[in-house]
């Protein structure tokens, strides 16, 4: 539930950037920047958060972000200028980060108590949640301000943490790693080819968030300004390529079983890259949309199989690292595309993301010493 709320609240705010953008008066190059406040504050909070997993234990900390998120998620729609909307996104960010490192934790444990590679389908529930958020953003974009929308989140957000905080705090975290005198939590120790295969692996990650972050906040723009979409059919571009990433993250599990770690980053990487060509050359909508589609079946399981094998080495400092990463992906991402849109265009501008999915897979192929296979 916590994974379906995180992609469920964020997908409720991409769908609404292009409102949000007239709303500021920003241009495409000020909108990444402002848009460069998510991933700042996710990155900042990242390293935080694992501490602090590892302090309290990584349940109570996704109850916190459960709380913290929902309530930062109404700030965007309030304001009205760039410079406004990068600070209240450092807000959204932080909180955003939090949840993400915590989850991802509380997973890996799970992962482990079971020993199967389940991990897909926890992030199967961020997609499913993502698809859920945009599909009832594409609904409402049209007859609801950007302001009523998010703060019905909020109340949805809310509302959804305190039916399973609860449930999740009577469930004990993993077990408190050793602490020191002072009581801060000792460090771990890692051998340095494992802190290698933990970077190696948050290199992949940063690859595939800069191409899930490219589709959320600019899949919705290249639709309606390039390809003249209706904003509904707009805001459905971010649906359908959660869709596709569910139903990939569904079936990754026995993917993963199927053909290992390694086969699975390096055929998940070539299909986003031939996907991400289709969506961001194509010449109507429609050939866009199933480039998008491909898009996500193909990043489905990079982004759960890089986290989880750092969590799997090094706890939540591993996830914490990997995350850190994968999130410079999204921290590089919005300035990147939006200074290159202003330079060249849009389209060839979201052709980067197929070259870092390319990149992933190459990485990936590269760490088959490393994964288990």
Request: glycine residues 14%; contains cysteine; hydrophobic residues 55%.
């Amino acid at each position: 539930m916590f994974f379906a709320l995180d992609g469920f609240l964020f997908a409720g705010w991409v769908v609404r950037i292009p409102a949000i953008k007239q709303q500021t008066g920003a241009s495409a190059s000020t909108l990444g920047l402002a848009l460069l406040g998510v991933s700042a504050g996710a990155v900042i909070t990242m390293m935080l958060t694992g501490r602090l997993c590892r302090r309290f234990g990584s349940h109570p900390v996704a109850v916190a972000c459960g709380v913290l998120l929902p309530l930062s998620i109404a700030l965007p729609a309030q304001t009205h200028s760039a410079l406004s909307l990068g600070l209240v996104l450092l807000v959204f960010g932080a909180a955003y980060g939090g949840m993400n490192v915590a989850m991802n934790s509380a997973a890996v444990d799970l992962v482990a108590a079971l020993r199967r590679p389940v991990m897909p389908s926890f992030h199967a529930a961020f997609s499913l949640g993502g698809m859920i958020g945009a599909g009832l953003g594409g609904l409402v974009a049209g007859g609801l301000s950007p302001s009523a929308h998010l703060l019905c989140l909020t109340g949805i957000g809310l509302l959804v943490t305190a039916f399973a905080g609860p449930v999740l705090l009577r469930y004990p975290s993993r077990k408190p790693v050793p602490t020191t005198a002072d009581g801060e939590a000792a460090p771990q120790h890692l051998t340095p080819r494992a802190r290698r295969v933990v970077i190696l692996f948050g290199v992949i990650a940063l690859c595939t968030a800069y191409g899930e972050g490219a589709l959320a906040d600019w899949g919705a723009l290249h639709l309606e300004q390039d390809l003249h979409a209706h904003p509904g059919v707009a805001a459905a571009g971010y649906s359908l390529f959660a869709l596709a990433m569910t139903a990939g993250r569904l079936t990754g599990t026995a993917l993963l079983e199927r053909l290992g770690q390694t086969r699975t980053l390096v055929a998940g990487g070539t299909t986003a890259a031939a996907g991400m060509l289709l969506g961001s050359l194509a010449p109507t909508s429609w050939l866009a949309l199933l480039g998008f589609a491909v898009t996500g079946l193909g990043l489905a399981n990079i982004f759960p199989v890089a986290v989880g094998r750092a969590g799997e080495l090094a706890g939540p400092g591993g996830v914490a690292a990997a995350s850190t990463l994968g999130y410079g992906g999204m921290l590089l991402g919005p300035p990147a595309i939006g200074f290159l849109t202003d330079w060249f265009s849009l389209p060839v501008a979201l052709t980067t993301v197929a070259l870092l999915a390319l990149a992933a897979a190459a990485l990936g192929y590269g760490a088959r010493h490393a994964t288990h296979t």
